[in-house]
Structures are given as C-alpha cells and as structure tokens.
C-alpha cells in the first residue's frame, strides 16, 4: 500500500505539485470570502475611531453673505425675535464636550468589541477555508490513489487476458476462460473510466477551494501521518473552549452588548458641552463691533422625552442577555462537535487498522489464486474474484487512509487549531 502512497506524489505530466501547506497558502492569499472578511474586520476598525471623536474639539469655519431689509425683525415662528441685516461675515465656532458622563467612551468601547468580534469572525471564517482546502485536497489525492490502483488493476487483468488467450490457443484453457478474462478487462476498464471521472471532480472541488474560477490540474503530494490522537476528551473539549474563534467572537458581542447597555443607559444624564464663536463682520454698520467673539457653557438636561431612553436602555440590557444565552448555546455545541469529532477520527483510525490487515489477505488470496490458477485447480471465476478484491482492498485501505486524515483535520477545525 505504502507503494501506491509513493506512486500518488510522482507529478503527472503538464501538471503542478501541490503540497497541502502550499494549497493552504494560495487558499488564504486568494479566496475572495476570507478577503471579504479581512476587509470588513479592517473596516470595522474605523468605527471606534468615529465614535470617539465626539470627545474631541469641532471646529467649524462660517462665511456669511446675507442682503435684507436692515431694522426688521423675524417675527412669525419664532418665540423671540431676531433682527436681520444686510452683512457679509467670516467666522469659527467650536464645541467640546466636557463631561457626558461616560456615555461616548462606553460607545466607544462597544464599537471597539464590534470590531474585534468582526476580527475574531474573520478568523473562523479562516479556519472554514482552510477546512474545505483540507477536505477538497485529501478527497483529490484518494482518487489520485484510486486512479493509479485501477490502472494497475487493468494492466493485471490485461496480461491475465493474454495469458489466457494464449493458453487457450494450444488448448490448455478453455473459451469460456478467455470470455471471463475479457469481461474482467470490460469491468477493469469501466472502473477506470469512473476513477477519472472522480479525479476531474476532484479537480474542480480543489480549485473553487483555492480561490479560482477556472480548474487547474494538480498532482498533490501525501502530507504523512497526523500526530497521535490523544484519548482525553475532555481536554479537548477545555482547549477548544479557549481556541475557537467563534467563541471569542461571541465573548466579544456580549462585550460589546453590555458596554451599548450601559451607553443607553446613560443618555438620561446631563451633557455639559463649552462653546466658543469669533469672527469679523466684512463692512461696519452702526450697531455692530467689527469683531465678535464668545465664551460659554451649556448643560442640556433631559427630562422628559416620552420614555424613549428608559425603553432604549430596556432594549440594549435584553439584547445583551440574549447574546450572552447565545454564547452559553456556543459552548454546549462546541463540547459537542468536539467529543464527535473525536468519536469519527477514532473510528476512522481503527478502520485504518482494519482495512490494512484487509489489504494483507486480499494480497494472500490472490497469490493463492494465481497458483492455483496455474496449476489447473481453481477456475478464471475464483481468480477474477481474488483480484477484485484486491483492488478493492487496495482502494480501500487508500481511501481509508485519507479518511482518517480528514477526521482528524476535522477534529483541529472543532478544536480551533485551523485558523
């Protein structure tokens, strides 16, 4: 078997040797999804950034041109009224907000929880890529595997053919072995034609993994044996809890959930904003300075606003302890992919073992047939057979093999090692 694991890794003409660590390399550089998600966790970056500068100085500039009737005054509208006047005038205003009782930084701290849970998402999304270039890759190198097995297999029945025909020529064999050695070549080859037709499958399922549109041809190479699976479970389990991304993204929304509660609860408290303007008008009049310039303070004090902040704040405290259940459901899910996991790869490896001591009667049987065979004892049905199993044995064995392997890259993705 070992042989056709060696046989798998020779490149086929007109065709690229993948390594899995390369296929995973092109899969991060150039799958548009993971792309997707970098861009959004950067872009979520900026958020707080946003969010923040409500704490900073606004500084405006103002440029006034303004023709009226000079001495009238606003009237309807208007509690009080403003005299308007003919004027051109250049100006700044500033505001800063001095104290708003933490409401902004809590904001703040929400956004920046946002954009790290983003980031955290962006990592699992990673981990899925990598998943899916892990599965795509082992499936090509079993039907690489299988490919070369039913080659094999019909060059066998092929000699076997002509070795009958031959022998059935000087009348040591009969027609009716000929005509079973023929349709053993027929079979032989239809299980070939299907073989390759899983390859070009495979193919496919590699490239869309990868990143491309089109379907490249690869010659993948055996990434060797995985490290020993452990038998503690539960040690998995406390490592997968601290090692999956969509974890930590969720620890990171009910951050960000808690820390908008408490900004909404905040919008009911006072806001203590300092003002400023300067400026010159661009022509004197009378009853104006040439320059104007202002210093003050403003407290806004919300009293009643039809309950909307005490609602608000409602709201944000429930969807913060719905995101919280929605990690503790997270975790329950986790424990259990896990401790599956665990069970499929162990049932992998002991089907490992299993179709390997196969393989080793399946090669026994046929010799035991062949001689046979020659010796005149047994029949071409009983040889046929001995070699189908074989073949199957040796398909077996491969498939089993990388089946193994998938479970246990199944295994690293629950327990948060693919990232």
């Known amino acids: 078997m070992r042989v ?9 003409c007109g065709q690229s040797v993948l390594t899995l660590a390369e296929a995973e390399a092109i899969a991060v550089r150039n ?64 505001n800063q907000v001095v104290w708003d009782f933490g ?32 599965e795509t890759y082992f499936r090509m190198l079993s039907t690489q595997i299988q490919l070369r097995a039913l080659r094999e297999n019909l060059e066998t029945r092929r000699l076997t053919l002509r070795q009958i025909s031959a022998l059935a020529k000087s009348n040591l064999r009969s027609t009716l072995d000929v005509s079973f050695a023929e349709l053993n070549v027929a079979e032989a080859e239809l299980l070939l034609n299907r073989a390759e037709s ?8 590699l490239s869309a993994a990868l990143g491309y549109a089109d379907t490249r041809q690869y010659t993948v190479q055996d990434p060797g044996e995985p490290a020993a699976l452990t038998a503690d479970a539960d040690a998995m389990v406390r490592e997968a809890m601290g090692g999956r991304a969509e974890l930590a993204a969720l620890r990171q929304q009910v951050r960000a959930a808690k820390q908008f509660a408490e900004s909404e609860k905040r919008q009911a408290l006072p806001t203590l904003s300092a003002l400023g303007a300067a400026g010159v008008y661009g022509f004197k009049d009378r ?46 899910r986790v424990s259990r992919d896990v401790r599956a996991a665990w069970v499929e790869a162990e049932n992998a490896r002991q089907r490992l073992a299993l179709t390997g001591s196969v393989l080793e009667q399946a090669r026994r049987t046929l010799r035991l047939a062949q001689t046979r065979y020659e010796l005149g004892l047994g029949t071409i049905v009983e040889l ?36």
């Open 4 to 12: 056709l694991w060696l046989l798998a890794t020779l490149p086929v």
């Open 31 to 94: 799958h548009p999804r993971l792309a997707s998600w970098r861009l959004a966790a950067e872009a979520a970056k900026e958020a707080p950034k946003q969010t923040a500068a409500a704490l900073k100085p606004q500084l405006v500039a103002n440029f006034t041109g303004v023709v009226a009737e000079n001495g009238s005054q606003v009237g309807a509208g208007n509690l009080t009224t403003s005299a308007i006047f003919s004027r051109t005038a250049g100006g700044f205003g500033v």
């Open 103 to 134: 409401r902004v930084r809590a904001l703040t701290a929400s956004m920046e929880a946002r954009a790290s849970a983003l980031g955290e998402t962006a990592t699992a999304v990673r981990g899925e890529v990598l998943l899916r270039v892990r």
């Open 198 to 205: 899983d390859v070009r499958a495979a193919e496919v399922e």
């Open 287 to 332: 009853d104006l300075h040439r320059r104007y310039e202002a210093l003050g303070l403003n407290l806004n004090i919300p009293i009643l606003n039809g309950g909307q902040f005490k609602s608000r704040a409602a709201e944000a405290e429930l969807r913060a302890e719905a995101v919280a259940q929605d990690l503790r459901e997270m975790e329950v």
């Open 384 to 419: 046929s057979a001995a070699q189908l199993s074989r073949t199957s044995a040796e398909v077996g064995a491969g498939v089993a093999r990388f089946d193994y392997l998938l479970r246990r890259s199944a295994l690293d993705f629950q327990m948060g090692n693919l990232r």
